[in-house]
Structures are given as structure tokens and as C-alpha cells.
């Protein structure tokens, strides 16, 4: 069986009109933040079984979404019922999910959302695909010194989300990562009914 050659935009369409419809559609159904990854940065950085490409083999774009996180007031719930308050992490893989259908639907290229699943070959703690490296080459996110995570210099901690198609975007250009906060905004630090100075 052949490869289906990769498309780019239709026929008298423009990639970086494209790409801004591709950006409004998910900024419309709850996205914050939305980028195109570099993908020869991608490959660079993530090993071998772990690139985009060893997912969808003619993959030509990664975008990558973020929502927001947790609420002010979710923080200060009880330990027993955090658990159940504000995760909007759900929210940003439905949103990628209906991005790849309106990709195959309005350009006519192929595309999929990545699964934010652990390799069963790797273990339990080998992710397929790193979806914090993508939102970091695609701009939405850099990295703190709050733990593990990217914060955005806007909407600080976000979960993330990508999407892989054949469709050919322009992705970002950097000539430096963006600036995040080095750590948590006092407001997300400070106890109900304290300010800090």
C-alpha cells in the first residue's frame, strides 16, 4: 500500500491564513493559548520512537493547545475533594480532538490528536509523545521553576494538548524562548482572605 502524498493548503489558499482559522476555531471552543511547533525542532529534541512522525508518518504540522488550569478557589478546597475541582485537562483533548475532524473537513488533509498516553513498550512513565515539548516549541509555554511544569507569561499554569496533521502551517520563529514567570503569581500562592505584600 502507497503513502498518500502530504497536502499543503488548497489550491489558492494561504498556509498562514490557514493557520489563523486553525488558531480561531480553538481559541472559540475554550483555548487560551494556540501555536504551531517547529517540527525539525521536534525531531531534534525528542528520541527516536517518540517524534511526531512515528505517529502519523507524513505529518507536516504539530499544533499544540493549552486551557487554562485550576481555579483560585479550587486551590483552597479540602484535600479529599481536590481531585473533583476545575482539571480542565479533558477540555484541551476534546478541543484537539474536534480540531483534527475541522482540519479533514475544511482542508482536506489528514490529521489526528495525539494521544496523551504512556508508550505501552516504554512503561509507565514514558509518555508517547511529550505534549510539553510541543507547547514549548510552539510557543505557548516555557519553563519555571515551578516544578515540572510550563507556565505562559498571560495564563500561567495550563494543560496542554496537540494535534498532528499532514496539513503544512507556518510554525513559529523564535529567536529565544518566551519569558514565563520564574515562579507562582502571589495570587496563586496567597490564602483566601490574605494579601500579600
Not at 493548503?9 to 488558531?23: L, M, N, R, Y
Not at 487554562?68 to 480532538?97: C, D, H, L
Not at 489528514?110 to 509518555?127: F, Q
Not at 514549548?136 to 496537540?162: N, T
Amino acid at each position: 500500500m502507497s503513502e498518500a502524498p502530504a497536502r499543503t493548503v488548497p489550491p489558492g489558499a494561504d498556509p498562514a491564513a490557514a493557520k489563523a482559522q486553525i488558531v480561531e476555531y480553538c481559541k472559540r471552543k475554550g483555548a487560551l493559548a494556540v501555536g504551531v511547533a517547529d517540527l525539525k525542532a521536534i525531531d531534534r529534541v525528542a528520541p527516536p520512537g517518540h517524534r511526531p512522525g512515528d505517529i502519523l508518518p507524513n505529518v507536516r504540522s504539530v499544533i499544540s493547545l493549552g486551557v487554562g488550569g485550576q481555579t483560585q478557589g479550587a486551590w483552597s478546597v479540602p484535600t479529599k475533594a481536590f481531585a473533583y475541582f476545575g482539571s480542565t485537562e479533558g477540555r484541551a483533548y476534546s478541543i484537539a480532538y474536534g480540531c483534527a475532524f475541522y482540519i479533514e473537513s475544511r482542508f482536506r488533509a489528514r490529521a489526528i490528536y495525539c494521544p496523551p498516553d504512556m508508550d505501552p513498550e516504554g512503561g509507565a512513565r514514558i509518555p508517547l509523545q511529550s505534549l510539553k515539548l510541543h507547547a514549548e516549541l510552539a510557543g505557548i509555554g516555557a519553563r519555571s521553576l515551578a516544578g515540572d511544569i510550563l507556565l505562559h507569561p498571560e495564563f500561567g499554569y495550563m494543560y496542554y494538548a496537540s494535534v498532528f496533521t499532514e496539513l503544512a502551517l507556518p510554525p513559529i520563529r523564535r529567536s529565544r524562548p518566551i519569558r514565563a514567570p520564574r515562579r507562582p503569581a502571589s495570587t496563586c500562592t496567597a490564602r483566601p482572605g490574605k494579601r500579600r505584600a
